[in-house]
């Protein structure tokens, strides 16, 4: 069971989740996915910390935060307000692999152990994504289609008690993670409050 009192980066990061969630991609409409006050650490808080003085020529990504489920599994959350597109796809999974690749190195683990105690939550929003089929109906037919699709597969897996996992980001189940899921924000609000 991980302590994260026994690590001074991770514990030095501690805010709430919904402090995480915030997109300020628009000063003028700042937008929280979350208002919960659960305490986690901010990830990309650590991964600044972590960089410092490694000289490196590119900064690497990072997931918005790290928490422990009420059964101690580690949780790495992305929030995504915006609409999903395939660049946005590209950066969550280098997001992923950046991560994961911080998060052994200070945890002095490997992967094989680590996986078996983490999950995977990405927050998306689900009206961006709905309205914004239109717009990109015309730009980027494809990019729709694949939303659609994810919206159709996800109420079919819905009605069967599956559940789907949209952006094509499954492939990281069993890989680095014991479990992955896409939520919409009202799904994750759900979630919070069984764990």
Known sequence: ?????????????????????????????????????????????????????????????????LFLSKDNKLIFVEFKNGVMDNAKKFAVRKKIYDSIIMLTDILNVGISKLKDEMEYILVYNESVNSKEKDVLEKKQALVQHSQSFDSLAKSISNMANKEYICFGVRIFENYCFKKVHTYTEKEFENYLKKN
């Open 1 to 65: 069971m991980i302590c994260f009192d026994d690590y001074p980066i991770l514990k030095k990061h501690v805010c709430t989740l919904k402090e995480t969630s915030i997109d300020k991609h628009d000063i003028n409409n700042i937008v929280y996915m979350t208002s919960s006050g659960r305490l986690v650490v901010n990830f990309d808080d650590v991964k600044e910390e972590y960089i410092q003085g490694l000289s490196l020529s590119e900064s690497p990504k990072s997931n918005d935060a």
